[in-house]
C-alpha cells in the first residue's frame, strides 16, 4: 500500500465538502494511517481515507469495482480502522489488500482457509497428496509473506484454517468477512459439514455483537435447490439466510448494492461464463458463437449477489 500523507484537519474538510477556512487553531498533522486508527475517529474522516486507499490500487482492480463495491459493501458492513477482521479466501487484493491499509497499524487481517479436508473433498488436484504437502503449512506462509510486505501504518496479517482455529484467536475478531465464498462450503456441506465448521470457527472467531457479512452469488429462488446447492456458483439468498440463522447468528442487514439484475440465470447456466472468468467462451478468437456469447457475458457484467449482515448475539 502506497505511504499515504495526510492531515487530520484537511480529511475532515474533505470529507465535509470544506474549503480552507479561518480556524484560530488546526488539528496537529498525522499520517493518514494514524488518523484513521484511532478509536472513535469519525467515520466521515474514515471514509475519505477508504477512498484513498481503493484510489491506490492497481487499474485492473479499479476496473471491478463496478461489480464488486468495495467501499459500499465495506460501509454496510461497518469495517472500521482499527479492527480485527477475519476474510475468508484472502487475496493479494481481495479483500486482505484492501482491508490492511484502510484498517491502519492498530487493525489486524486473519485470512482464513478452506481447510485441508474441505479441499480433498473438493477433488482434482486438491486431493492429491503433493498439494496437501505443499499447502499443510499455508496459514505460515501466507502470513509471513504478507507481513514481509507490509508498510507502516498498515494492518498485520495471521492466518488459519477452518476446523483449525488457533486457540489464541478466540473472540479477538469484530468481522468476519465470507465474500464470494459461501458457493464452496455449501457444496460441500453434506459431504463434509464444511459450512456448519466454518460458521462454528465465525462464532469462535467473533467477539459479542461481531458482524458475519457475507457476499454471494444469487440464485433465482424459483431455480431448483439441487441447481442452487452450489455446484453451479449460485445458492438461494434464502438458503444462506435459513441456514446461518439456524446456526445462531442474527439477520441484522440486506443490501442490494452488489445486485445485478441482467443476471439471470438459468439452470443451464454456470457463474464462470460471466466476467471475470468468462470461462465458457475461452475459444472466442476462433468460434465466432463463442465470440457474441461473450460479448453477451461481458456485457451482463459479474454476477448477480446479495450482500447480507449477521451478528453474534452479545
Known sequence: MKHLLWSASALVLIACGGESGTATEAAPETTIETAAAE?????AVASVHLDLILDAQDEDTKARYQYRHP?????????EPGM???????????????LSGYLGAEGHVI????SLAHRMD?????????????????PVTWAGERNAEVE??????????????PAEFAGTADALLMVRAAHHLNRLEEAGGHFTQALAD??????????LGIVQHRSPEGNSDEWAVGNNGYVKQSHIVDFVT??????????????????????????????????????YETDEAQAALREQYKAIGESDRMTLKFRKPE
Do not use: C, H
Not at 480485527?84 to 479483500?95: A, E, I, K
Open 122 to 138: 473438493m477433488g482434482g488436484r486438491y486431493a492429491s497428496d503433493e498439494w496437501q504437502a505443499e499447502n499443510a503449512n499455508w
Open 202 to 211: 465465525a462464532n469462535a472467531l467473533l467477539k459479542p455483537g461481531g458482524t
Open 39 to 43: 478509536p472513535g475517529l469519525d467515520m
Open 111 to 114: 485470512g482464513a482457509n478452506f
Open 246 to 283: 439456524a446456526a445462531g447468528f442474527e439477520l441484522v442487514g440486506e443490501s442490494e448494492v452488489n445486485a445485478n439484475p441482467d443476471d439471470q440465470p438459468t439452470e443451464a447456466d454456470r457463474v464462470w461464463r460471466l466476467p471475470p472468468s468468462l470461462g465458457t467462451t475461452r475459444d
Open 152 to 165: 507502516e501504518g498498515d494492518a498485520s496479517f495471521s492466518a488459519m484454517f477452518y476446523g483449525a482455529m
Open 71 to 79: 467501499k459500499e459493501t465495506l460501509e454496510f458492513l461497518g469495517i
Open 84 to 98: 480485527t477482521v477475519v476474510d475468508t479466501l484472502p487475496g493479494s487484493v481481495w479483500y486482505a489488500g484492501i
